[in-house]
């Protein structure tokens, strides 16, 4: 255990906020060790640290760099005892219970209620002898190409993640987002082929954002959609950019951005209110915002580095609670949107020592 980690491990011991993350395709890890557990959150994105926002944004949760301690490490290969589970067992009145969601939702689509609308569920796991540090480490070399996180603030709770999906880089006026939709389980093939569903999902996120961005943008430049993988799972992505208008704030793009239809649906407002009113379960934190907010951690100009918190599992006691959502569109088969969010599942399972779900 070199020292990075024990101050990290001090530093939990002591109940005192930190964050712990490592960016894409990045062999740097950065630590903010906050050196209070007072609660502090964001209220005009002018604020300099690492936010931490739920779905709704009613939480905007803040580390503060001018109150944290930061500290920096490489990564270092350490050797991964996985238990692998590719024994996709499940809780019928689970299943059942998110295939008449899903039915719920296509029905609402034939209805014309909105276009898209991405629904989720939560699943508990058993956990022994839980290492937050071990458990980190296994993410960042099992997920090397997303952003892979640690949160702990006492008032707060504790949550972890590994996402694919980029919210929003922006430095200066020039900012960077993708279109990120599509899910296909990885196989031995090498070429990968996408139903017209998984196109035209992909799309419709491609669409909102390019559109909601040139309400505050004078420039949006977008790439061709091209797979990607992101651990175990492929997705479709489209890379955008561009520069803002002179007189837009961040505070004004996020709020353009959130959710996306990645996350939520579209139209937005329809789907949103379709999500809280069927889901059943309060996703807090679950598809909400993270990252680096107007900040010089990782180089030498501030700027705001924001990703969407998917593949993310929350720590409580001795079980982790762990989220998975499906964009379901018209053409959507509710038991292959289980399906889908079985394997999404498996992103947290596979760094997790007991695969054991509870009941």
Not at 77 to 84: G, Q, T, V
Not at 131 to 144: A, E, G, N, R, S
Request: hydrophobic content about 35%.
């Amino acid at each position: 255990m070199n020292n990075f980690f024990s101050k990290i491990i001090l530093h939990k011991e002591q109940n005192l906020p930190f964050v712990l993350y490592s960016k894409p395709n990045s062999t740097k890890i950065i630590g903010l060790l906050q050196q209070n557990d007072t609660l502090h959150t964001v209220s005009d994105y002018t604020e300099k640290g690492f936010v931490f926002a739920s779905f709704d944004e009613k939480q905007l949760i803040l580390i503060p760099e001018n109150e944290s301690e930061i500290i920096t490490s490489e990564q270092e290969n350490i050797e991964i005892n996985l238990i692998e589970n590719n024994d996709l067992g499940f809780d019928e009145k689970a299943k059942k219970q998110y295939e008449d969601l899903v039915e719920k939702g296509i029905k609402a689509i034939k209805n014309e209620e909105f276009k898209k609308v991405v629904l989720s569920r939560s699943e508990t796991v058993d956990l022994a002898d839980f290492d937050f540090v071990t458990t980190f480490q296994q993410l960042i070399q099992l997920y090397p190409t997303t952003f892979c996180y640690c949160f702990f603030h006492p008032k707060i709770g504790f949550w972890m993640g590994a996402t694919p999906e980029q919210l929003l880089k922006a430095n200066g006026n020039a900012f960077e987002t993708t279109a990120l939709a599509g899910t296909q389980k990885a196989t031995e093939a090498t070429e990968i082929s996408w139903e017209q569903k998984e196109k035209d999902e992909q799309q419709y996120v491609t669409d909102f954002i390019v559109k909601r961005l040139r309400e505050v943008a004078f420039s949006v430049e977008l790439t061709e959609p091209y797979s990607i993988k992101a651990g175990s799972i492929w997705h479709i992505k489209t890379d955008i950019s561009g520069v803002l208008n002179e007189n837009s704030t961040l505070e004004e793009v996020i709020d353009t951005l959130h959710p996306t239809p990645a996350v939520c649906g579209l139209p937005k407002k329809k789907a949103k209110a379709f999500i809280i009113e069927n889901e059943n379960y309060d996703r807090t934190f679950y598809t909400g915002f993270l990252g680096e907010l107007n900040s010089s951690l990782a180089s030498s100009a501030v700027s705001s580095d924001l990703f969407v918190n998917l593949r993310s599992m929350q720590i409580q006691d001795h079980k982790a609670i762990l989220y998975m959502g499906c964009g379901i569109t018209k053409e959507s088969i509710s038991e292959k949107e289980w399906e889908e969010s079985v394997n999404k599942s498996m992103t947290m399972k596979r760094v997790l020592r007991v695969l054991r779900v509870r009941s």
